[in-house]
């Protein structure tokens, strides 16, 4: 059974995310979203684009327990979460959720021209994608309803993310991590990695990256 021990305002994960620099940035203090504007909104998941090719059916199943027991008992719901929960989970272990994370980035792209129309020139597009929160919007996605997001845009420049965007139909529901997880942008993979896990963070203690697991 879930435990709820605590809610916190989401504004103090939103100040500790803001001081938190990059990780595995080597000796590189790089604030990334130090003044990025980041706000809480409402999103459908089809919105967003994914930058993972996969779901694990298991933790879709202890999302959507959860789910059920924190609204029957507390009438939360973690698909639309504006704080942050510390849950403690039936093996004991204390966990920090906050609402799934969206980033508006910008990106350099070349539009594919259809047949028959014109050749489309360079551009640099806004794109938003899900860090953080796949198994949530999955769920969401399937039922058709809304997820409560941080959304950022504003990051500094220079720091792409280190997945490419992938397509929704691309994502698949796996038992175990399959081999190809993303499509990793850079040559080392897990490089100049968002600190997203001080979103997470219970009191003092720094949370688990969940990259490169």
């Not at 080597?26 to 003044?35: A, E, L, R, S």
């Not at 994608?129 to 399937?142: E, F, N, P, T």
């Not at 990051?155 to 991590?177: D, I, T």
Request: glycine share 6%; aromatic share 8%; proline share 8%.
């Amino acid at each position: 059974m879930t435990v709820l021990e605590r809610i916190e305002p989401i504004e103090d994960a939103i100040a500790r995310l803001r001081a938190s620099p990059l990780e595995a940035a080597g000796d590189k203090i790089i604030p990334i979203y130090q003044n990025a504007i980041i706000r809480v909104g409402d999103l459908f998941p089809d919105e967003v684009n994914p930058t993972s090719l996969y779901v694990l059916g298991p933790q879709i199943e202890y999302l959507q327990k959860m789910r059920k027991e924190l609204i029957d008992r507390c009438q939360i719901d973690i698909l639309q979460l504006s704080s942050i929960l510390h849950v403690r989970d039936e093996h004991g272990k204390l966990h920090g959720m906050a609402p799934p994370f969206v980033e508006i980035y910008e990106e350099r792209v070349q539009i594919q021209p259809l047949s028959g129309d014109r050749d489309a020139p360079p551009v640099s597009l806004k794109i938003p994608i899900l860090k953080d929160g796949l198994h949530r919007a999955w769920i969401a996605r399937q039922e058709g309803v809304m997820l409560k997001c941080i959304v950022a845009h504003g990051a500094l420049l220079g720091h792409l993310p280190y997945a490419y965007p992938n397509e929704w139909s691309q994502v698949r529901v796996v038992e175990e991590k399959p081999t190809l997880k993303k499509f990793y942008r850079r040559q080392v993979p897990y490089s100049f990695m968002r600190p997203l896990k001080a979103l997470r963070q219970n009191g003092t203690e720094a949370s688990t990256p969940e990259w490169g697991r």
